[in-house]
């Protein structure tokens, strides 16, 4: 006979259809397993099953309770009675699951059911046994069962015959066996489905109790799993991720960021973290994402990311980072990052060798303003110093507090030039000098700050920073012992230029004074040879530093306005120089030709005193010439035309220098009451060797003649110049062919030993 304890309920139902009479008890056992089996597959809960299975017993076996144990372990300190049918009803029973202690009675059951593959009776032959559970029921036959669901531990399945015992039969064993046995098939189903629904929900709850944003994609970015986290986080409308795809949840740039980072765990095959800025529901946040590669037949095929949110972590990050790196009242960097920015402005400077400059800034008075006014007042002036301090630089450069009241400004790439760099340095000195001025601080009350400026230069990366920084200081204190409110200079040798510079301006007006000037006498000639007249240069005998340029003091003293005192002298010689000409007959008709520079012709008063120091001849003057350079001031062309108007006059002509060189509209120029052209040196130097100069050389002379101007070429230094220039209709030259710039005893003895004539 098959173990018809397998048979499913169709085929059990078919056999006991084909059952004759005569099998009564078979039909009976097939019957009582075939209910049991509906009720395995019919219950809705394990309760429910076992309350039926049981209650389906006291019928079949005609007993007075049928019940189970858990555990049935002998070795368990309590068992509980999870089942029990009675009848009729005993007191007590069918309670709810009870615990007792394993009395050494119902170990001895346990072992004996353990021991045996069959069901274990107790009746006549082998007498139930003695207890106190026993007695107060009145059991007179016990049958038990060791059953093995596949989960957990053994339970123990018996019957109990009260009042009257039982003989069990051969048939009794084995139906009860049967039943054991669908019963354990039932309990092993119910259970394994039990504990994986509960290991589900527990792995569910791991998943979702977690503040990590847990996902499974498959390779094409398809979710296969979320946690409910990464559905609250990156699910915009809340509804389900599983089934999407990336692209259905980020924008294009996210999805290329997740897609590159999953590559890189595919062809790594391993576990990697990725710091990722994702969108979220409330904004960009930044994740820490650890993706790992699922394999399926040792090929990755999905990855797993754990993303935990770490903005917060890194926003404090950032901010202890500001703090180690920015100054708190100013916000501006503090010295850890001016001591990064010199070493990368130092490698700058050498890899494009250009120069570049640290600047040492340092408050003037700052700490007795703080100490009389009050810290807080101290702390808005520095705040307010930092505002204007970056006004003052270059997006590249960099500005910081260096400590107290002291400022950094790092100039990273000036200029190739030494001189163009000293000269933005400059600028930039000046600037931070001039607007600290307009600092103020609170609503009333005003207060002009000035500082003390520290300045050195860097070439390439040879001095270290902090060498750097000792220079600045050593600078700025000498701008300190030197009055304040001004700047200095390291290098030495640029210090020593700027001091010379300083000096020679401060002493321009004193020389004028001390008679320290002379004027040199370069000769004009005509296309005939003959000396027509002279341009007066001026030259400065300095006490110490012997003959200057006037290349070197005419800008200091058009700056320092010191050019209106030293043009009045140059006008002064050059008018007696005229009246003393007079008197010898070579000399007598020779002109002079003085330079004027734009700042003295447009000093109020020019006219007037030119004309009083004419006067001053006892007879009358009309060859004194002016050279004016083309940049006089355009937006007063009226004005101007009206002074020129005014020296015309007073019997002064004028030329205009540096012809070419300057802008001048051929409009403009034909209002102006000018006499003459003066072609520009740098034209004649090239003649003849650059086409250009040829061609504006020629365009002059062409428009001097159209204007009705004279035209002088000056810088004349060859015979091929000159043959050019005469070729072209310039009849008048000055330039070292001829001679040389003379003091005037060797340039009168010049002329009068050539008696006026230079040979062609
Ligand atoms: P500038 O008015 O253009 O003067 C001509 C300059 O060219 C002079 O230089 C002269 O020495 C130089 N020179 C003359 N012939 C030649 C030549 O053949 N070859 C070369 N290479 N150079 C020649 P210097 O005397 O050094 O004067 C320089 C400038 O200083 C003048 O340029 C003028 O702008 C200014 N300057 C000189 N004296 C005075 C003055 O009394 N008042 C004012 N305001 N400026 C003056
Ligand atoms: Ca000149
Ligand atoms: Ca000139």
Redesign the pocket.
């Known amino acids: 006979m098959p173990n018809l304890s397998k048979q499913t309920t169709a085929e059990l139902e078919l056999i006991i259809q084909h059952l004759s009479e005569g099998h009564a008890e078979q039909r009976r056992k097939l019957e009582a397993i075939n209910t049991v089996n509906k009720i395995v597959i019919n219950s809705n809960s394990l309760d429910e099953m076992l309350d039926s299975i049981l209650g389906e017993f006291l019928n079949l076996f005609d007993c007075q309770r049928a019940w189970l144990l858990y555990p049935c372990d002998p070795h368990s300190k309590f068992t509980t009675v999870p089942k029990e049918k009675t009848c009729p009803e005993w007191p007590g029973a069918g309670e709810d699951v009870f615990e007792v202690p394993t009395d050494d009675y119902t170990r001895k059951v346990f072992s004996s059911a353990l021991s045996s593959s069959a069901p274990v009776a107790y009746d006549s032959e082998k007498r139930c046994p003695h207890s106190a559970t026993n007695d107060l029921f009145g059991v007179e036959s016990m049958m038990v069962f060791a059953i093995h669901p596949k989960v957990d531990q053994p339970w123990l399945l018996g019957i109990h015959h009260c009042g009257k015992e039982r003989i069990y039969s051969d048939n009794d064993i084995e139906l009860f066996q049967s039943l054991g046995g669908r019963i354990t098939d039932g309990l092993s189903s119910v259970l394994s489905l039990q504990k994986i629904q509960k290991s589900e929900a527990l792995q569910r709850a791991l998943l979702n109790n977690t503040n990590s944003a847990i996902s499974i994609k498959d390779l094409d970015g398809n979710y296969l799993l979320t946690n409910d986290y990464y559905d609250k986080v990156f699910n915009n409308n809340g509804r389900q991720i599983t089934g999407k795809n990336i692209h259905d949840l980020f924008p294009d740039n996210t999805c290329q960021l997740i897609e590159s980072n999953h590559n890189k765990v595919v062809q790594q095959q391993q576990s990697l973290e990725f710091e990722e800025d994702l969108p979220t529901k409330s904004g960009i946040r930044t994740f820490l994402s650890e993706r790992s590669p699922i394999f399926n037949n040792n090929e990755v095929d999905a990855i797993c990311t754990i993303a935990t949110d770490i903005t917060t972590r890194r926003r404090s990050e950032e901010r202890i980072n500001h703090l180690a790196h920015y100054d708190y009242l100013t916000q501006l960097p503090n010295r850890l990052t001016v001591n990064k920015e010199l070493n990368k402005a130092l490698e700058l400077s050498l890899e494009l060798n250009q120069y570049g400059a640290l600047m040492f800034i340092d408050l003037d008075n700052f700490k007795t303003l703080n100490d009389t006014k009050g810290h807080s007042y101290g702390d808005k002036l520095l705040q307010d110093t930092a505002k204007v301090l970056l006004k003052c630089i270059r997006t590249s450069d960099t500005v910081a507090r260096f400590g107290g009241d002291e400022f950094v400004i790092i100039l990273p790439y000036l200029d190739k030039s030494e001189q163009r760099s000293l000269e933005e340095v400059i600028l930039v000195a000046e600037r931070v000098l001039s607007s600290l001025e307009t600092v103020f601080v609170g609503d009333d009350f005003q207060h002009h700050v000035t500082a003390s400026i520290g300045i050195t230069m860097f070439l390439g990366d040879d001095v270290s920073p902090e060498e750097l920084f000792k220079r600045a200081d050593s600078a700025m204190y000498r701008a300190k012992n030197s009055g304040r409110n001004n700047f200095k200079f390291f290098d030495p040798s640029l210090q020593h230029e700027l001091e010379y510079r300083a000096k020679i301006s401060s002493e321009i007006v004193d020389a004028v004074l001390s008679n320290d000037f002379e004027?040199?006498y370069?000769p004009q000639v005509d296309d005939n040879g003959r000396v027509i007249g002279a341009?007066?240069?001026?030259?400065w005998n300095h006490h110490e530093k012997g003959l200057i340029?006037?290349?070197d003091f005419?800008p200091l003293?058009?700056q320092n306005n010191s050019?209106i005192e030293?043009?009045k002298w140059?006008i002064q010689q050059g008018v007696a120089q005229l009246a003393q000409w007079k008197k010898n007959p070579v000399l007598a008709d020779l002109t002079l030709s003085?330079?004027?520079?734009a700042k003295?012709f447009h000093q109020e008063g020019f006219v007037e005193s030119v004309i009083q120091i004419i006067e001053t001849c006892t007879e009358p003057l009309n060859n004194l010439k002016m050279?004016l350079?083309e940049s006089l001031d355009q937006s007063d062309i009226d004005g101007n035309i009206a002074k020129m108007k005014a020296l015309r006059l007073a019997g002064v002509s004028l030329s205009l220098?540096?012809f070419g060189t300057g802008f001048s509209s051929l409009s403009c120029l034909s209002k102006l009451p000018i006499n003459q052209l003066?072609i520009?040196?740098s034209f004649?130097?090239h003649i003849s060797r650059d086409e250009s100069s040829d061609i504006i050389t020629q365009t002059i002379i062409g428009m001097a003649h159209n204007l009705k101007m004279e035209v002088i070429a000056?810088?004349?230094?060859t015979q091929e110049q000159r043959d050019f220039l005469i070729h072209n209709g310039c009849s008048q030259f000055?330039?070292?062919?001829y001679s040389?710039?003379l003091p005037i005893a060797q340039f009168e003895k010049l002329i009068l030993d050539k008696n006026g004539y230079f040979e062609n």
């Open positions: 004027l040199y370069q341009e007066a240069l001026i030259r340029s006037p290349i005419i003293a058009e050019i030293l043009g140059v003085v330079n004027v520079s003295q050279e350079t220098d540096d003066k520009d040196q004649v130097k000056e810088g004349v230094e000055q330039g070292y062919l040389k710039p």
